[in-house]
């Protein structure tokens, strides 16, 4: 299993929208529409944010969100706020009930 | 909610075998509702899933450690188990354990804990 490939940085001003590339392969982000997205403040509980590649769970805002083509999933920021500052973490199922994760991307607002 | 806590050393010698548990409250690890996953995030990388096991005693092990990784669930003190032999270097990180709903066709994990930093050095 390799890691699915992020950005390592991507930064915005308030109010803008970022989007966070997440790539993988056939085998996994091209195969199935399980893909999850996790906001995580060092030292805090990473926090699920978009399942099934669009999904948001309740309460998260509708600020996030997600899309995939191919092999290639996004999660799109919309109107960044201060408290978005964080790493992002891509994950998706890769078959036989494994997963596998991207590499990471931290989130900085200008 | 559930509520996932983890405990164990922060420092492991190489070679040693790193022990971890993950205390659950707001549920019970014998819940046929949620099945139980260990993910580890090594310094300046990303977060990687190491394993998960179910109430029923199924355990899925990440390829890369399946041979020094044991999962397993303790249902009288509710809580998951992480045993991880011959440590090297390589194995410092944080380690978190995380919930995922055991519901057919549903893939993510819906809630954290905070992660433990586990050190392995002499």
């Known amino acids: 299993q390799s890691p699915l490939t992020q950005p390592a940085s991507v930064s915005g001003s308030p109010g803008q929208s970022i989007t966070i590339s997440c790539t993988g392969t056939?085998?996994?982000?091209?195969?199935?529409?399980?893909v999850s997205w996790y906001r995580h403040h060092p030292g805090e509980a990473p926090e699920l944010i978009i399942h099934?590649?669009?999904k948001r769970p309740s309460g998260i805002s509708d600020r996030f969100s997600g899309s995939k083509s191919g092999n290639t999933a996004s999660l799109t920021i919309s109107g960044l706020e201060a408290e978005d500052e964080a790493d992002y973490h891509c994950c998706s199922y890769a078959g036989g009930s494994s997963f596998v994760f991207g590499t990471g991307t931290k989130v900085t607002v200008l | 909610q559930l509520h996932l806590q983890e405990s164990g050393p922060g420092l492991v010698k190489p070679s040693e075998t790193l022990s971890l548990t993950c205390a659950v409250s707001g549920g019970a690890v014998s819940s046929s509702s949620y099945y139980w996953n260990w993910v580890r995030q090594s310094p300046g990388k990303g977060l990687e899933w190491l394993g998960s096991v179910y109430s029923s005693g199924d355990t899925y092990y990440n390829p890369s450690f399946k041979s020094r990784l044991t999962l397993s669930i303790d249902t009288s003190n509710n809580q998951v188990s992480l045993d991880l032999n011959s440590v090297t270097a390589a194995d410092t990180a944080v380690y978190f354990c995380?919930?995922?709903?055991?519901?057919?066709?549903?893939?993510?994990?819906?809630?954290w804990g905070q992660g433990l930093l586990v050190t392995v050095s002499s």
């Open positions: 056939g085998s996994d982000v091209g195969a199935y529409n399980y």
């Open positions: 099934d590649v669009t």
């Open positions: 995380a919930s995922a709903p055991w519901v057919w066709l549903l893939y993510y994990f819906d809630s």
